[in-house]
């Protein structure tokens, strides 16, 4: 039987990349636990196309 809980896959998409102009995208994939995260995570990750830190946010 498959576990039954509150953690859920989320994508995590580039906010500055989009505005960048550059082909491609910086996505990650994580896990978030719906009961006590219920708004949209963001995470400063690294993004190897700008070569640079930045801001993902949660996308549907």
Do not use: D, F, W
């Not at 989320?10 to 906010?15: A, D, G, H, R």
């Amino acid at each position: 039987m498959a576990k039954k809980g509150n953690r859920v896959q989320v994508i995590l998409e580039c906010t500055e990349h989009k505005n960048s102009g550059k082909p491609g995208t910086s996505r990650y994939i994580t896990t978030k636990n719906r009961k006590n995260t219920t708004e949209r995570i963001e995470l400063k990750k690294y993004n190897s196309v700008l070569k640079k830190v930045t801001v993902h946010k949660e996308i549907k």
